[in-house]
């Protein structure tokens, strides 16, 4: 299985700095065959379900505010957060679906 | 809008079976494949298994094979989880995820908790 590691597991960020998150993958998960990276961050705030920001490592869902970037390729990645705003605060996963089974890294928690 | 809609908490013995079914709406239900994941209280998210709603064809995490079921009602839109064999450290909250195509996890159901007791 492909194991996904982020750093750090929590921050502390002042309203309208940046909060920069990483993750690290055991192996590549850029496919050769179409030059697409399969890897995605979500949000997920208490008692709700995960919700997917960025998907293929840099690309914007829909409705996601711009103030949310992914950036890496092959192992290294990066969620970065730029003007944290309060309803930002909640825990952030980066999940490969390279292949099955699909794995996530262990989160992390961002706190104002 | 897409939305998936799973079905209610359940509380069950150890030992016992759970069936969790995500009503899905507003997109191709037999287009995208179904995921699922767990998230056991305070933790982290664990992918347990797929479903294609076409073929009906699926796999499941090599620690779920035996005891995981996935089925779907392609006249309902609905897929269903079930998991037998039931032991306390199967307490979680289950999730359905529609894949776009066969690639990332775009939507959630808003999850099922299911409490195992002994």
């Known amino acids: 299985d492909i194991v996904m590691t982020q750093s750090p597991d929590s921050l502390a960020v002042s309203l309208g700095e940046r909060a920069t998150i990483n993750c690290k993958s055991s192996?590549?998960?850029?496919?050769?065959?179409?030059?697409?990276?399969?890897l995605g961050w979500f949000q997920q705030k208490p008692g709700q379900p995960p919700k997917l920001l960025i998907y293929?490592?840099?690309t914007r869902e829909s409705g996601v505010p711009d103030r949310f970037s992914g950036s890496g390729s092959g192992t290294d990645f990066t969620l970065t957060i730029s003007n944290l705003q309060a309803e930002d605060v909640a825990v952030y996963y980066c999940?490969?679906?390279?292949?099955?089974?699909?794995?996530f890294g262990q989160g992390t928690r961002v706190e104002i | 809008q897409v939305q998936l809609v799973q079905s209610g908490a359940e509380v069950k013995k150890s030992g016992a079976s759970v069936r969790v079914s995500c009503k899905a709406s507003?997109?191709?239900?037999?287009?995208?494949?179904m995921h699922w994941v767990r998230q056991a209280p305070g933790q982290g998210l664990e992918w347990m298994a797929w479903i294609n709603p076409n073929t009906g064809g699926s796999d499941s995490a090599q620690k779920f094979k035996g005891r995981v079921t996935l089925t779907r009602d392609t006249s309902i839109s609905t897929a269903y989880l079930e998991l037998s064999g039931l032991r306390s450290d199967d307490t979680a909250v289950y999730y359905c995820?529609?894949?776009?195509?066969?690639?990332?996890?775009?939507?959630w159901g808003q999850g099922t908790l299911v409490t195992v007791s002994s």
């Open positions: 999940q490969q679906y390279f292949t099955t089974p699909w794995t």
């Open positions: 507003g997109y191709s239900f037999v287009g995208n494949y």
């Open positions: 293929w490592a840099s």
């Open positions: 192996q590549t998960l850029l496919y050769r065959s179409n030059y697409k990276t399969y």
């Open positions: 995820v529609k894949s776009w195509g066969n690639s990332y996890g775009d939507y």
